[in-house]
């Protein structure tokens, strides 16, 4: 059984900056492509970033380049997601998800390719 948990939201102001970590339970996080993705009130889930299982390789959206940065350790089974110049757009409830992979390099940023999701943690960003 796979379970994430998510830590680390809140409220912050504009321009602030806000952590975010993933647990990741059981034996299957260091064979994991990780992302992390957000959902404010009457929109689609959005993709915001994904890395590699090794590490070696990042992605994000196109709202959060150069503001986010997504990380992992595997010997800790944690992904992050470090925000940065926070904007009150970017309020949202975030989740991060996995995706067993073979291929190291491999990224996801497709919600529908996860099959494995945190419970989701609340970031509020106050103009």
């Known amino acids: 059984q796979v379970q994430l948990v998510e830590s680390g939201g809140g409220l912050v102001q504009a321009g602030g900056s806000l952590g975010l970590s993933c647990e990741v339970s059981?034996?299957?996080?260091?064979?994991?492509?990780m992302g992390w993705f957000r959902q404010a009130p009457g929109v689609e889930r959005e993709f915001v970033a994904a890395?590699?299982?090794?590490?070696?390789?990042?992605t994000y959206g196109d709202s959060v380049k150069g503001r986010f940065t997504i990380s992992r350790d595997n010997a800790k089974n944690t992904v992050y997601l470090q925000m940065n110049s926070l904007k009150p757009e970017d309020t949202a409830v975030y989740y991060c998800?996995?995706?067993?992979?073979?291929?190291?390099?491999?990224?996801?940023?497709?919600?529908?390719?996860?099959?494995?999701w945190g419970q989701g943690t609340q970031v509020t960003v106050s103009s």
């Open positions: 890395i590699s299982k090794d590490g070696s390789r990042v």
């Open positions: 059981g034996r299957t996080f260091s064979s994991s492509a």
């Open positions: 998800a996995a995706r067993q992979v073979s291929s190291s390099g491999i990224v996801h940023t497709s919600r529908i390719l996860y099959p494995y």
